[in-house]
């Protein structure tokens, strides 16, 4: 058994209730684990299933051996998961600090210096701690919306496409964060449309093709697959 | 000097206004709709003050904070038990059903108190002149008490922690249940403090002329013209579009009869959705 574990999921929206057609992950203690794959493959369907965003029709998600299937986000929050949403990920009108505050809203008890240790991780942040989150840089706001996940400090981090839009220089701060928050211990499931930086920073990938496991392996063996090459990596 | 008494009587007026204003946009920012119920929680307010202060003989201060109360109690129950399942079909629907609602409210403080207009039990004070513009003492009071019961709102909103997820549910309501904060806890908080200010709001409104059953039926548009003129959603614009249609009714009696005052709500709605269709403020909840 791993830390997080995905068997056979099956979910959607609504009528479209089978957009993952049972789909299978896992994560490690310490590992860095890549998902790629084409637009609306499901990856962020996936990562939603598994903070209770979403009902899965069918399937099981355990974490640290604990049955989370369709439970509540904030139980799974509560649980250790942290998940940063593709987009709105942030609270605009609230300020960097606020924002930290209710990435910490489950467990207020310590919350003080957890801020401090965040912000400390997070220079860039720590000096606009006043400023309202609606004024950061898409980067920046990438940061926060991580720093906020790292609040309740979990033992597993979603993360779905944390480099979408920004600069490469951004995106290359961004990675070097994640590296550095995994070897600290936090593991982390990654949903990147960069599949070149995905695998150079995972440990394993997980390919997902319309709603199913296509691929899985080590990122290395991967990276260097010719059919994946050719169709994920340009070439 | 005229225009400078039209002005002062503007503001104050302006100034009340805004705390059920308030109310009709922080329900806006959080649950999404109109709630025009807002006019019938103001008249519950009037008379659960009324009954405070004239059959139990609480001075109006006091009265004030039942006002708050009752109104706030009567918004958790009807949001939860009459609004809350028409929100899933949508904004319009629950509007309009926010409407027959207060129609119901309004005729069962009818049914209670009757039609007549009645007043508070307030102490007979002569106005003041402050350098030739006249202000009564419980004008004054009024508006003392509006101010603080804002700055009170706004300490809340800014340094609680139940304030900051009410503003986190208004801001992102996704992201705040990711976050663990509990949707169904927040409207209903949202539902007592938005319709206890309404309430605050509608005895505020009384205690300055008379009350009936109307209260709040004859202030809802000028509500809604604030809450729409500052951009619906936000807080800081409500109290600017109170102020806009407060001193505006009170300018426009300069080139208008008494009779036609109210038309100036219909214009500042038309003019600001017109020019800036978000507001003055924008949608910005906070
Ligand atoms: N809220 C929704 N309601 C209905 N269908 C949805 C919803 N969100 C996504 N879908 C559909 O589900 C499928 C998978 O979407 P998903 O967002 O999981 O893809 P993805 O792999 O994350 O793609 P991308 O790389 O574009 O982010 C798509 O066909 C999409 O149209
Ligand atoms: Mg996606």
Redesign the interface.
Known sequence: MGLLTATGVVAGYGAADEILKGVDLRVEPGEIVGIIGPNGAGKSTLLKAI?G?LKPKAGAIALNNADITGRE??DI??MGLA?V?QE???????SVR?NL???G??D?KGAKARIDGVLGRFPVLANKRRHAARTLSGGERQMLAMA?ALMVEPAVLLLDEPSAGLSPVAAEVLFNAIIQINKEGVSIAMVEQNANEALAISHRAYILVDGKNSRTGPAQALAQDPEIRRIFLGG | MEVLQLIVNGLMAGTILAVPAIGLTAIFAVLRFTNFALASHMTIGAFAGFVANVTFGLPAVAALGFAFVIAGLVGVLSDEFVLKPFRRAGFITTAIGSIALTIALENIVRFIFGNQLRGYDLPILRDWNIHGIRVSPQQVENFVVAVIVMAALFAFLSFT?VG??M??VA??P?????????ANVVARLVSFVAMGLAGLGGMLIGLDTTIDPLIGFKTILQIFAAAVVGGLGSIPGAVVGALVVGVGEELSLLVLTPAYRTAVGFIAILVVLTFRPRGILGQ???
Do not use: C, Q, T
């Open positions: 903070a965003l986000p904030r929050s509560r998940y949403p709105h990920n942030i609270f605009p009108s609230m606020e505050e209710m990435g809203y489950v207020p906020m | 922690r900051k997820s503003r986190a801001d992102n996704m992201l705040a249940a990711i976050k663990g904060i509990n910005r909840a906070y």
